[in-house]
């Protein structure tokens, strides 16, 4: 991977005219794709005689995360600025994750060692270093499989998100469980895709099936550009503060009535599938009541600044309940920013 500074940017230390894609680390506990759905640590490592396919899939997969360009592929760090334009398109960002998707038939461990970044969060159940936990994982011949529904990259072609169906199934067939994810992805000085977070959760299968970004025809989204005093005043620290107040005291449903992004919002939670849209997802929040203070663990915004995350923990009065990632877009129609997805995923009660 590196010097991991070359690749880690502090939010806040970059000007105007060199601002790249960030991550402000509040904690080095990070988020994982099932949280607690199967054993942690799985990976899918393929021995002996299927080394040689191992090795081809990896080749393929670091091709496409390189965006498949002569530039990428060259051996010197890149300004964001340098990158191969191809490689900053919405369709990039969903190429990468196919890669991702196809490496892990061969070895789920060696897939998600080759495309998590140094700072990468995955859930676990709890925020755990998403490298650390995949270098110590055990070999396991179980099957995890996901293929992207949805996808957005901002203007900046730096920062940007896939999310849709996973399915995994125990080697001996025994255990098949089914779910939803969303992968944060940024790219490095390197022009090479890299994960910063990886979380989902589980839930009943869906049938049929929801297709795939290709056969549904649904185009990956580029996000607008925020306009230089949006980001100036930092409008989506403000909204995203905002957001977090009002669901602190009203309830998540209500923040999310004010702040869900008027072109649709994605809401992740666990054992139901995908609620699409600002009502269907106020109206799950309002039957559960869900509240609570917002804990940030760590945030990460593209160069232009129009596509923000952030994760951590969603305390009660008494613990944490759920582990949360929200992603914010600027939506030029209402010269604000608005929430895009929201992950909740439940974490088991405490113990004792």
């Known amino acids: 991977m590196g010097d991991p500074a070359r690749h880690l940017k502090p939010c806040g230390a970059e000007t105007s005219s060199t601002r790249t894609a960030c991550t402000q680390v509040i904690d080095l506990k990070q988020l ?32 496409v995360l390189l ?32 890669a991702f998707a196809r490496a892990a038939r061969a070895s789920l461990k060696d897939a998600f060692m080759g495309v998590l970044a140094d700072d990468a969060l995955i859930l676990d ?7 650390a936990v995949y270098a110590a994982a055990a070999a396991s011949a179980d099957r995890l499989e996901w293929y992207p529904t949805l996808a957005a990259v901002a203007a900046a072609g730096d920062l940007g998100f896939t999310t849709g169906p996973w399915r995994y199934s125990s080697a001996d067939g025994a255990r098949v469980l089914t779910g939803d994810y969303v992968t944060v992805w940024r790219r490095e000085a390197t022009c090479t895709w890299r994960v910063v977070f990886d979380g989902g959760v589980p839930h009943a299968p869906t049938d049929p099936p929801p297709p795939t970004l290709e056969s549904a025809h649904t185009p990956a989204v580029r996000v607008a550009a925020p306009p230089a005093n949006a980001v100036t005043r930092d409008a989506a620290a403000a909204a995203i503060a905002d957001f977090e107040r009002v669901a602190r005291e009203d309830g998540i449903a209500a923040g999310l009535h004010t702040y869900g992004l008027d072109t649709g919002v994605r809401l992740l939670v666990r054992g139901e599938e995908p609620f699409e849209g600002t009502g269907p997802a106020s109206a799950y929040l309002e039957a559960h009541r869900l509240k609570g203070d917002f804990v940030e663990q ?17 305390r009660s009065e008494k613990a944490a309940t759920h ?8 939506d030029a129609a209402v010269a604000n920013f608005g929430l895009r997805l929201l992950l909740l995923a439940a974490l088991p009660p405490p113990s004792g």
């Open 125 to 131: 159940p709890v925020p755990k270093p998403g490298r």
């Open 67 to 98: 965006g498949a360009s002569a530039t990428a592929a060259a051996a010197e760090p890149h300004s964001a600025g340098s990158c191969a334009a191809a490689s900053g398109e919405p369709a990039a960002v969903v190429a990468a994750e196919e």
């Open 298 to 314: 760590a945030r990460g915004r593209s160069g232009d600044g129009g596509v923000v995350y952030t994760t951590g923990k969603l």
């Open 32 to 63: 994982s794709r099932l949280f607690g759905a199967f054993p942690a640590g799985l990976s899918g490592r393929v021995a002996g005689a299927e080394a040689a396919r191992r090795a081809g899939v990896a080749a393929g997969l670091a091709a």
């Open 323 to 330: 582990a949360y990632l929200e992603i914010w877009e600027y």
